[in-house]
């Protein structure tokens, strides 16, 4: 490798935002390992990358002792189940990614000298008492409830990341990401928009669970890519929330989706799951004013690109969807 190329793990590689993390740090000109047990992601989104010297996969599941062979620049730990219809199926494999993965990450990082950055979550934040969601915000979790297993281990992860970075004078980042869709997300993941898409295209009702009063802000993959690109590079340790501002009802995102798609297929209301946050919008000040990083994508564009990516890449397949 040339002396200068800067070298990169990304755990959960396989993923969705893990994949594009993989693409961008590939054409920034990084060698890239990309580290997955495929629990919830697939080969098929870094199938693109095989071909690319640089680009190397390693099959593993991070709850086990870490062995990457070399050198080590940065280390992007994102391997994490992150679906709520998740939380139910497999509760034990997220507390452990979030506990045993984290300190095995860390412990790489420390031994490779390499920076770390943890893949945080708005959940830390729970069903906030506060609005719009400040870093500083401690947040309003119930810790045993079906969320918990999430949550918890994303709270764990962030406390054992600045222990490691106060105790060992490890060079860490956090990135506190709100939710964001696009290209990639498997169609029977649960999780809001790729479930709307989905439905929308094969001409199903789409499920708008409780009233969809709820709100959440939407943020398209590009802009989080960027977010978490900057943040690397910034000299910023302190949490910082990367998601868009821009705040939506569950339901105009349903209409949103129909609207665009052109789907006549109508809303189903379905009951609303346990603990599910009310509402959910960043305060990104710090983003703004530390990494000189807004979101870019409006809701409208972003959805556009992904409904286009859904139905030429899954629905042209036959592929079923949940
Ligand atoms: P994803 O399920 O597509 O990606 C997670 C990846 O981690 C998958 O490829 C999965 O196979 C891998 N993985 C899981 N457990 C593993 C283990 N033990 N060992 C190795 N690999 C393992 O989900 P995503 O949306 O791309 O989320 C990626 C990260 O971003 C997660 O840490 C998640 O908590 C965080 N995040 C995502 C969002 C979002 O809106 N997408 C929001 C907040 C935080
Ligand atoms: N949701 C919905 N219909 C679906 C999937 C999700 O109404 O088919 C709602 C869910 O109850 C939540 C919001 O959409 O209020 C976002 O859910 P998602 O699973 O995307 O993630 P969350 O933000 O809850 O972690």
């Known amino acids: 490798m040339p002396e200068g190329r800067r070298r990169a793990l990304v755990t959960g590689g396989a993923g969705f935002i893990g994949s594009h993390l993989c693409d961008r740090l590939v054409s920034e000109g990084y060698a890239v390992v990309c580290m997955d ?3 919830t992601g697939s080969l098929r989104n870094i199938a693109h990358l095989r071909s ?4 190397e996969y390693v ?5 086990s002792y870490i062995r990457v062979p070399g050198r080590l620049d940065e280390v992007y730990h994102f391997a994490s189940p992150a679906s709520p219809k998740d939380f139910e199926r497999i509760p034990i494999p997220i507390l452990k990614v979030g506990a045993l993965g984290t300190h095995n990450a860390l412990g790489l990082s420390l031994a490779k000298g390499a920076r770390f950055m943890l893949a945080s979550t708005s959940e830390v934040y729970g069903d906030p008492l506060v609005h719009p969601q400040p870093e500083d915000y401690w947040g309003n979790v119930n810790p045993i409830g079906v969320r918990g297993v999430y949550d918890e281990a994303k709270r764990y992860a962030e406390a054992i990341t600045m222990a490691y970075h106060r105790h060992h004078g490890l060079d860490t980042r956090i990135v506190r990401i709100f939710n964001t869709y696009g290209p990639r997300m498997r169609p029977d993941d649960g999780r809001m928009i790729p479930n709307f898409i989905s439905q929308a295209l094969s001409g199903r009702p789409l499920t708008v669970y409780g009233d969809g009063s709820q709100t959440r802000s939407v943020q398209y993959i590009d802009d989080l890519v960027e977010g978490i690109f900057r943040l690397m590079r910034s000299e910023e340790r302190r949490p910082v929330n990367i998601g868009n501002p821009v705040e939506y009802t569950v339901r105009e995102v349903a ?3 129909l609207r665009l798609s052109g789907s006549r297929a109508g809303i189903s209301f379905r009951p609303l799951p346990k603990d599910d946050p009310k509402q959910r919008c960043p305060d990104i000040t710090r983003a703004r004013e530390v990494l000189g990083w807004e979101p870019r ?7 556009r690109r992904t409904l286009e990516w859904f139905s030429g890449h899954v629905h042209r397949a036959g592929e079923k969807t949940g």
């Open 37 to 39: 047990n495929l629990r």
């Open 52 to 55: 690319e010297p640089r680009f």
């Open 59 to 63: 099959d593993h599941d991070v709850t």
């Open 255 to 257: 209409e949103l989706v």
């Open 297 to 303: 994508v409006p809701a409208e564009e972003g959805l």
